[in-house]
């Protein structure tokens, strides 16, 4: 769910960008110095999780999963999907450069705002629940980028109406999926190690 | 085939071309190329966003990288921007009757709107064209040097660093998974069975990932890593440096001209 150069007004660019490099900033605050690597590692697996398609009708669609990464970064999720974003449009070369806030605002608000939602529910609560919790905030994240995408798009012009609305219907199945995907992941962390859910009662947070 | 040891996914470093920018200061190389596509986004007319484009066209040229990369890149339009592309000249009103292409049924194609749909297919294009000829062929680490000497905070550059450095790892690691998968004899469906084990994958994915950077802190730990990696201090710029800085910036001034100018 990328938006290309030149297609969104200059004021909308403008606010999102400040927004994401303040997050940005809280983000990289939030990472402990020696938990550099950590956060890499995650986002990198993020970025490869990202490779994954799910077959949907005709066509396909590939995995965001900011849900999970604001319920497992936290506000780092701002630097890690900067990274991936970076990554993506200025290293290998893909564009998207004057647009890089706009689209760190459109996932990584909502993983932030999903993320310190639900993160104590699931650290604290048995599987099952941290599934639906979890499953509930994958979905609602997407449900929210669908939304920054198409007010993004609606706030450039009235020609791009029906293409926000279509941005928002699209995006139905998707929120279906990486809801059941985000529950599902969730379970399996959870019962495997469930540690990397830390509760802020316990132990200091990531 | 040798094994790819390199840091990138993507082969634009195997390649033996030489690249002309290969001399220029990545600073300079990522300030000129941000700064260029700023200037040809916020272009509106035709003429000058051609001159833009011949423009990224010859950078594109002297960098050398090889084609079927680039034709790849320029075809990684999303499904639904390649929608709000085909929309455009339905969507906007014709200016008069002189602007509908077309009027068949209840819709009606203005002019207008194929020329702004034609304005952001050349502004998408001069970007990536631009990026893949300045940046693109950077080594990641030189990348995070970079960024770094242009005042990127420390944090920020370990944390891109390492984030190239496992990307690679960590694709081998879900091909490994995947793999393990088929054989028992998965099949991807559209059904509730294959998403869980999706689920069930990334899951997997990321404590495996975990505990991965539990070794890796360890380790670098060890070798007294405290938060950031010792980037030792960039060389000052060379006149070559200055000459290209100058030219690309002439290049962006010279475009946003034409675009200005009363013809």
């Known amino acids: 769910m990328h938006i290309a150069d030149g297609v969104v007004a200059v004021p909308v ?38 490779l994954v398609h799910i077959n949907l009708g005709p066509s396909s669609v590939h995995l965001i999963l900011n849900g999970l990464i604001g ?32 689209n760190l605002f459109n996932i990584a608000v909502p993983a932030v705002i999903c993320g310190v939602a639900a993160r104590e529910v699931i650290a604290t609560s048995r599987p099952a629940v941290a599934a639906a919790v979890g499953g509930v905030a994958g979905a609602a994240a997407i449900a929210m980028t669908a939304m920054c995408v198409a007010i993004a798009l609606a706030l450039s012009g009235q020609e791009f109406l029906p293409a926000a609305e279509i941005v928002v219907l699209a995006h139905m199945p998707v929120m279906a999926i990486e809801g059941l995907i985000t529950a599902a992941a969730v379970v399996l962390i959870k019962r495997v190690r469930p540690d990397m859910f830390p509760s802020r009662r316990t132990v200091a947070p990531l | 085939m040798a094994h790819n040891h390199s840091l990138l996914p993507g082969p634009l470093v195997a ?8 001399g ?39 960098a050398r990288p090889p084609v079927r990369v680039v034709l790849r890149r320029m075809m990684a339009v999303e499904g639904f921007m390649l929608l709000i592309l085909v929309m455009l000249p339905f969507t906007v009103p014709p200016t008069g009757a002189g602007d509908v292409l077309l009027s068949w049924g209840g819709l009606t194609a203005s002019g207008s709107g194929l020329m702004q749909a034609a304005r952001i297919i050349l502004k998408t294009t001069i970007v990536v064209l631009t990026l893949t000829a300045l940046v693109a062929r950077l080594e990641p680490l030189e990348f995070g040097r970079a960024l770094a000497g242009l005042g990127c905070p420390a944090k920020l550059v370990t ?28 099949r991807a469906r559209a059904n509730w069975h294959s998403l869980r084990s999706v689920g069930y994958l990334i ?26 990696f010792p980037l030792d201090r960039m060389a000052p710029l060379s006149p070559q440096d200055f000459g290209f800085a100058v030219m690309a910036a002439c290049a962006a001034i010279a475009c946003l001209i034409l675009d200005h100018a009363p013809l």
């Open chain 1, 13 to 50: 660019i403008a606010t999102t960008s400040a927004i994401a490099v303040a997050g940005l900033g809280l983000g990289l605050r939030s990472i402990d110095d020696t938990r550099v690597p950590q956060v890499a590692v995650l986002s990198a697996t993020f970025f490869v999780a990202s």
């Open chain 1, 71 to 102: 319920v497992l970064l936290g506000w780092a999720a701002f630097p890690a999907m900067f990274v991936g974003l970076l990554l993506q449009s200025v290293l290998f070369g893909f564009g998207g450069i004057t647009v890089l806030g706009l």
């Open chain 2, 15 to 22: 390649e033996e071309l030489r690249d002309l920018f290969a």
């Open chain 2, 24 to 62: 220029i200061d990545p600073r300079v190389r990522l300030v000129a190329a941000c700064l260029f596509c700023l200037a040809c986004v916020a272009l509106g007319g035709f003429p000058a966003l051609v001159m833009g484009l011949v423009i990224a066209l010859a950078a594109l040229v002297a």
């Open chain 2, 159 to 186: 944390l891109l660093v390492l984030t190239v450095r496992y990307f690679d790892v960590l694709r081998r690691d879900l091909i490994r998974l995947r793999r393990s998968m088929q054989v028992r004899g998965f």
């Open chain 2, 203 to 228: 899951g997997m994915l990321l404590v495996r990932s975990f505990d991965r950077s539990e070794r890796i802190i360890a380790a670098m730990r060890c070798r007294g890593f405290t938060g950031a």
